[in-house]
Protein backbone atom coordinates (compact mmCIF):
# COMPACT_ATOMS: atom_id res chain seq x y z
CA UNK A 1 0.00 0.00 0.00
CA UNK A 2 1.50 3.44 -0.71
CA UNK A 3 -0.18 6.79 -0.91
CA UNK A 4 0.94 10.52 -2.49
CA UNK A 5 0.82 13.17 -0.58
CA UNK A 6 1.53 16.71 -0.74
CA UNK A 7 3.25 18.54 1.77
CA UNK A 8 5.22 21.98 1.48
CA UNK A 9 4.42 22.88 -2.13
CA UNK A 10 5.91 18.90 -3.25
CA UNK A 11 4.44 15.51 -3.48
CA UNK A 12 5.71 12.44 -1.98
CA UNK A 13 5.30 8.73 -3.22
CA UNK A 14 5.13 7.04 0.79
CA UNK A 15 4.57 3.57 1.75
CA UNK A 16 4.82 2.46 5.37
CA UNK A 17 8.50 2.57 7.28
CA UNK A 18 9.34 5.26 4.35
CA UNK A 19 11.43 7.51 5.41
CA UNK A 20 11.27 10.92 4.19
CA UNK A 21 12.57 14.78 4.33
CA UNK A 22 10.04 17.32 3.97
CA UNK A 23 9.95 21.04 4.23
CA UNK A 24 10.31 22.33 7.68
CA UNK A 25 7.04 21.90 9.85
CA UNK A 26 6.60 23.09 13.28
CA UNK A 27 7.14 19.59 15.42
CA UNK A 28 9.77 18.92 17.17
CA UNK A 29 11.47 15.20 17.36
CA UNK A 30 9.78 12.30 18.45
CA UNK A 31 6.04 13.73 18.01
CA UNK A 32 3.20 12.78 15.37
CA UNK A 33 1.93 14.35 12.43
CA UNK A 34 -0.66 13.58 10.04
CA UNK A 35 -0.54 14.79 6.15
CA UNK A 36 -4.03 15.03 5.31
CA UNK A 37 -3.29 16.60 1.57
CA UNK A 38 -3.54 12.50 0.46
CA UNK A 39 -3.90 13.19 -3.97
CA UNK A 40 -3.63 9.11 -4.29
CA UNK A 41 -3.63 5.44 -2.38
CA UNK A 42 -2.97 2.94 -4.31
CA UNK A 43 -3.71 -1.08 -2.30
CA UNK A 44 -4.58 -4.36 -3.33
CA UNK A 45 -7.89 -3.26 -3.99
CA UNK A 46 -6.49 -0.59 -6.54
CA UNK A 47 -6.19 2.89 -6.78
CA UNK A 48 -7.88 5.42 -5.17
CA UNK A 49 -7.50 9.25 -6.92
CA UNK A 50 -8.93 12.52 -5.02
CA UNK A 51 -10.25 15.76 -7.62
CA UNK A 52 -8.00 17.42 -5.99
CA UNK A 53 -7.75 15.75 -2.61
CA UNK A 54 -9.11 12.17 -1.12
CA UNK A 55 -11.81 12.81 1.66
CA UNK A 56 -11.22 11.40 5.10
CA UNK A 57 -7.48 10.38 3.85
CA UNK A 58 -4.32 11.06 6.36
CA UNK A 59 -0.93 9.63 6.40
CA UNK A 60 0.62 9.39 10.16
CA UNK A 61 4.02 10.16 10.22
CA UNK A 62 6.42 10.41 12.97
CA UNK A 63 9.19 13.42 13.43
CA UNK A 64 12.55 11.75 13.18
CA UNK A 65 14.95 15.00 13.40
CA UNK A 66 14.66 19.01 12.11
CA UNK A 67 17.98 18.69 10.30
CA UNK A 68 18.93 20.75 7.02
CA UNK A 69 19.67 19.76 3.58
CA UNK A 70 23.01 19.77 2.29
CA UNK A 71 24.63 22.97 0.95
CA UNK A 72 24.06 24.29 -2.37
CA UNK A 73 25.86 26.73 -4.14
CA UNK A 74 24.49 29.75 -5.88
CA UNK A 75 27.08 31.12 -8.42
CA UNK A 76 27.02 33.69 -10.84
CA UNK A 77 28.70 35.37 -13.47
CA UNK A 78 28.61 38.08 -16.05
CA UNK A 79 31.59 37.37 -18.69
CA UNK A 80 33.83 40.21 -19.10
CA UNK A 81 32.56 42.32 -16.44
CA UNK A 82 34.51 41.10 -13.79
CA UNK A 83 31.54 39.88 -11.92
CA UNK A 84 31.59 37.28 -9.90
CA UNK A 85 29.61 36.15 -6.74
CA UNK A 86 29.33 32.84 -4.80
CA UNK A 87 27.06 31.75 -2.09
CA UNK A 88 25.49 29.01 -0.18
CA UNK A 89 22.27 27.81 1.40
CA UNK A 90 21.30 24.82 3.57
CA UNK A 91 17.64 24.43 3.59
CA UNK A 92 15.63 23.26 6.57
CA UNK A 93 14.02 20.14 6.41
CA UNK A 94 11.93 17.60 8.97
CA UNK A 95 12.68 13.91 8.41
CA UNK A 96 9.54 12.29 8.57
CA UNK A 97 8.89 7.97 8.86
CA UNK A 98 5.81 6.82 7.43
CA UNK A 99 3.38 5.08 10.62
CA UNK A 100 0.25 4.44 8.96
CA UNK A 101 -1.50 5.02 6.03
CA UNK A 102 -5.41 5.16 6.14
CA UNK A 103 -8.53 5.63 4.29
CA UNK A 104 -11.57 5.15 6.49
CA UNK A 105 -11.22 8.75 7.56
CA UNK A 106 -10.17 7.78 11.36
CA UNK A 107 -8.30 11.10 11.63
CA UNK A 108 -5.94 11.52 14.82
CA UNK A 109 -5.42 15.06 15.92
CA UNK A 110 -1.75 15.37 16.72
CA UNK A 111 -0.56 18.37 15.16
CA UNK A 112 -4.01 20.28 15.75
CA UNK A 113 -3.01 20.54 19.92
CA UNK A 114 0.54 22.05 19.11
CA UNK A 115 -0.88 24.43 17.00
CA UNK A 116 -3.56 25.25 19.33
CA UNK A 117 -1.34 26.31 21.93
CA UNK A 118 0.90 28.20 19.73
CA UNK A 119 -2.34 30.48 18.75
CA UNK A 120 -3.37 31.25 22.14
CA UNK A 121 -0.01 32.73 23.16
CA UNK A 122 -0.08 34.77 20.76
CA UNK A 123 -3.82 35.76 21.15
CA UNK A 124 -3.23 36.58 24.55
CA UNK A 125 -0.24 38.46 24.26
CA UNK A 126 -2.00 40.96 21.18
CA UNK A 127 -4.66 42.08 24.46
CA UNK A 128 -1.51 42.92 26.55
CA UNK A 129 0.08 44.22 23.52
CA UNK A 130 -3.33 46.80 22.87
CA UNK A 131 -3.74 47.38 26.06
CA UNK A 132 0.01 49.19 25.95
CA UNK A 133 -0.39 50.61 23.19
CA UNK A 134 -3.73 52.44 24.63
CA UNK A 135 -1.93 53.45 27.32
CA UNK A 136 0.73 55.28 25.62
CA UNK A 137 -2.46 57.39 23.38
CA UNK A 138 -3.89 58.26 26.42
CA UNK A 139 -0.96 59.67 28.37
CA UNK A 140 0.23 61.55 25.26
CA UNK A 141 -3.37 62.81 25.09
CA UNK A 142 -3.83 63.84 28.86
CA UNK A 143 -0.07 65.65 27.88
CA UNK A 144 -1.24 67.50 24.69
CA UNK A 145 -4.75 68.80 26.40
CA UNK A 146 -2.11 69.56 29.05
CA UNK A 147 0.35 71.70 26.91
CA UNK A 148 -2.78 73.56 24.95
CA UNK A 149 -4.03 74.69 28.42
CA UNK A 150 -0.86 76.53 29.66
CA UNK A 151 -0.81 77.88 26.47
CA UNK A 152 -4.02 79.28 26.30
CA UNK A 153 -3.35 80.94 30.24
CA UNK A 154 -0.22 82.30 28.96
CA UNK A 155 -1.78 83.50 25.92
CA UNK A 156 -4.37 85.49 27.95
CA UNK A 157 -1.44 86.43 30.68
CA UNK A 158 -0.17 88.65 27.67
CA UNK A 159 -2.97 89.78 26.93
CA UNK A 160 -3.89 90.82 30.28
CA UNK A 161 -0.78 92.90 29.98
Given amino acids: MFAVVKTGGKQYRVAKDDVIRVEKLDAEAGETVILDEVLMVSDENG ?46 VTVLKVVDISLDGSKKKAKAPAKAKTEAAPAADTGAEEAKKAAPKKAAAKKTAKKTAAKKAAAKKSDAE
Fill in 47 to 92: AKTGTPLLEGAAVEAEVVEQTRNKKIIIYKKKRRQNYRRKKGHRQQ
